[in-house]
T-cell receptor, first 116, second 115 residues
């Protein structure tokens, strides 16, 4: 079974600064997807960024980028030029590509605070 | 396109009762998954439906069940409610099943409180 670990329960950053959220995972599979989801106080889960394991290039979406280290099974999220609207709970998630289905395995989450 | 919708948004029940939650996926999405979110256990996968068939099931007791209709709308039912069933129940839809990288999109959730 796959597991996802987020070792930082809480993080804070100053507005306009950069912050990195950590995620590690454990799997015996060689091909899979990794995601970062954001959950603001409204509780709506919003996709931030996704990465396919076979792609060596790190995914980037505007101010959000990942550092995907497959051998180390690490998948960190970097948020540049942090904005107040980035404050939320961030979840790292894993989805198998070797089996059909949509099942996501989530980490425990990291609560991000953005200070003005 | 309209997003994933869930009804009701809030629900209060008492122990021993049963509850049915509804999820309408994004138009064209055929896969619907359900998750339970609690402060203690985090986000846990309940089950997934595709074309009216349950494809995957998480580690939950048989009191938790679901179904999917021909229009892809899904319902989940919890019978004999326990205090520990108090949670946010999230539904997510995806265009198709299989190994597509297409992403799941989540609804706003139904917050269930069991007294």
């Amino acid at each position: 079974a796959q597991t996802v670990t987020q070792s930082q329960p809480e993080m804070s950053v100053q507005e306009a600064e950069t912050v990195t959220l950590s995620c590690t995972y454990d799997t015996s599979e060689s091909d899979y997807y990794l995601f970062w989801y954001k959950q603001p106080p409204s509780r709506q889960m919003i996709l931030v960024i996704r990465q396919e394991a076979y792609k060596q290039q790190n995914a980037t979406e505007n101010r959000f980028s990942v550092n995907f280290q497959k051998a180390a099974k690490s998948f960190s999220l970097k948020i540049s030029d942090s904005q107040l609207g980035d404050a939320a709970m961030y979840f790292c998630a894993y989805r198998s590509k070797e089996t059909s289905g949509s099942r996501l395995t989530f980490g425990e989450g990291t609560q991000l605070t953005v200070n003005p | 396109k309209a997003g994933v919708t869930q009804t009701p948004r809030y629900l209060i029940k008492t122990r021993g009762q049963q509850v049915t939650l509804s999820c309408s996926p994004i138009s064209g999405h055929r896969s619907v998954s359900w998750y339970q979110q609690t402060p203690g256990q985090g986000l846990q996968f309940l089950f997934e439906y595709f074309s009216e068939t349950q494809r995957n099931k998480g580690n939950f007791p048989g009191r938790f069940s679901g179904r999917q209709f021909s229009n892809s709308r899904s319902e989940m039912n919890v019978s004999t409610l326990e205090l520990g069933d108090s949670a946010l129940y999230l539904c997510a839809s995806r265009p198709n099943q299989g190994k597509s990288p297409k992403t799941q999109y989540f609804g706003p959730g139904t917050r269930l409180l069991v007294l």
